[in-house]
């Protein structure tokens, strides 16, 4: 059965999006040979960390998990 609830879909496709920017981020500076550089707010971030994460993220956003998919409607159900 299709799901009605067009926002599911747009939520997934932001995270996976997300997540591939993630790992574009982190491929670059590991193929550049840097183990490490500096955000935006001049923190050291580990270069691996932002590639575990997008995986993470693409990973949710394909096995659709609960919480990406329904939260708004737990928060309503729980109002009643």
Request: charged content about 20%; some cysteine.
């Amino acid at each position: 059965m299709l799901n009605p609830d067009p926002k599911a879909f747009t939520i997934r496709i932001v995270v996976s999006l997300l997540g591939f920017s993630a790992i574009c981020i982190g491929l670059k500076h590991l193929l550049r040979g840097d183990l490490s550089y500096l955000n935006w707010f001049n923190g050291l971030v580990f270069a691996p960390i932002p590639v575990i994460f997008g995986v993470l993220m693409i990973l949710a956003a394909v096995f659709k998990p609960e919480y990406l998919t329904s939260g708004s409607t737990r928060r309503r159900d729980k109002q009643r």
